[in-house]
C-alpha cells in the first residue's frame, strides 16, 4: 500500500513485548517512565509530527486520563464502531484506505501511529517508516502485544540506542525499503 505520508512509531513496552496489561493498566510503564526522569524524546518526537493515528482501543484509553492528551493535534481514530462525528477532537476512519485518503487530503505528511493493533495493520500494509521502541525492564507475562503476525519478515535497520534512568532502554530502528 502506497501512501502520500511517512508513518512513526514511538511506543514503551515490557520486556516481554505488551503495551498494556489486559485491563489496560499501564503504571507498570508510567512508574518507570517516571523514575527515568526524563521525557525519554517524547516532545522532540511529537514536534515533528502532522497527524496521530490511533485505534479505539487507544482512544478510549486516552478518555480516561485526567485531561486529553492529544490537545491541539490533529487526531485520526480507526474504528468500525465509533459513531463519526461523536467527538469533535478527532475524526474516526473505517479502515485504513479511507484513513490514507483522508490523511492525503489534510496535507498530512507525518504521522504518529499508535496502538498495538493499528501498528499491527500499518506494518502489514508496508506503511511504517520507522520505530522508536522504549522498553521497560519488567516481564508481565500477559497483556496487550505490541507485535504479531505478518505476511512475512520486515526487516530492520538500527538507527541508535539510549540507555535512560531506571534501567529504561530505547532503540530507533528504520523499516528497510
Ligand atoms: N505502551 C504504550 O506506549 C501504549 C501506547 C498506546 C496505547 N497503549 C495501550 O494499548 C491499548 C490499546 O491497544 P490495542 O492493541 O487494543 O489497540 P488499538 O490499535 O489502539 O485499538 C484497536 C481497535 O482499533 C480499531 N482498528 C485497529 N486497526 C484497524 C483497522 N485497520 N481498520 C479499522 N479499525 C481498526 C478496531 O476498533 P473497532 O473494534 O471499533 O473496529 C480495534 O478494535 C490501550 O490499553 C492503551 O492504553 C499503550
Redesign the pocket.
Known sequence: MTAPFTASVF???SLDGF??RPD?D?AW?TSRGEAAGEDLGYQEFIAGIDAVV??????E?GLRFDSWPYEGMRVAV?????EPGADPRVTVY???DRLIEGLAESGVKRVYA?????IR?FLRAGLIHDLTITTVPVLLGTG?PLFGPLDGDVSLTHRFTQVFGAGVVQSTYTVDS
Open positions: 511506543i514503551g513496552t503495551i498494556a489496560g499501564l510503564l490511533m485505534g479505539r482501543g487507544t482512544y484509553a480507526l474504528s468500525t464502531r465509533l473505517r479502515d485504513l499508535d496502538g498495538g493493533q493499528v495493520s496487550l
